[in-house]
């Protein structure tokens, strides 16, 4: 008897090669997923300096408003109201801008978060063994 060339290696070679493109569909899920954490932690940096930037001009420019305001004290009357109002203003809205990047600054990056809980998934689903030794 003969057997027919090659019928039983093209059975383990397309078990072979299913294994590598699900391998490589793995892959490519979590390579975009860390894609996406990157692109997650530029937009959360980039929000971040944008406040501390807004948080530096308009303490800077009420800082110097203040200074006015102390230099025009001795002035005339009514000048001394809108200098104080705009200085009130930019230091508020600077001190508020800090604020808010002080919190985005203690949330910390989350950088690769998702990609290594995808990542502890795929390890302990190919690794069912361990639900036993946890036992």
């Known amino acids: 008897m003969q057997h027919a060339p090659g019928r039983t290696g093209?059975?383990?070679?397309?078990?072979?090669?299913?294994?590598?493109?699900?391998?490589i569909g793995i892959l490519q899920t979590r390579l975009e997923l860390l894609a996406t954490e990157v692109a997650e932690e530029k937009l959360r940096l980039g929000t971040f300096l944008?406040?501390?930037?807004?948080?530096?001009?308009f303490l800077g420019f009420?800082?110097?408003l203040l200074a006015l305001l102390f230099?025009?004290?001795?002035?005339d009357s009514h000048r001394l109201l809108a200098l104080g109002?705009?200085?009130?203003?930019?230091?508020?809205?600077?001190?508020?801008?800090?604020?808010?990047?002080a919190r985005v600054s203690r949330q910390g990056s989350r950088l690769?978060?998702?990609s290594i809980?995808?990542?502890?998934?795929?390890?302990d689903m190919i690794r069912p063994d361990n639900e036993l030794q946890d036992r």
């Open 117 to 123: 809980s995808e990542l502890e998934q795929d390890r």
């Open 50 to 57: 944008g406040y501390a930037a807004a948080a530096f001009f």
């Open 10 to 23: 093209s059975g383990v070679g397309a078990r072979l090669r299913s294994y590598a493109a699900d391998a």
């Open 85 to 101: 109002i705009f200085t009130t203003l930019f230091l508020a809205i600077g001190i508020i801008a800090a604020l808010i990047a």
């Open 62 to 64: 009420g800082t110097v």
């Open 71 to 75: 230099t025009v004290l001795l002035w």
């Open 112 to 114: 690769f978060a998702a």
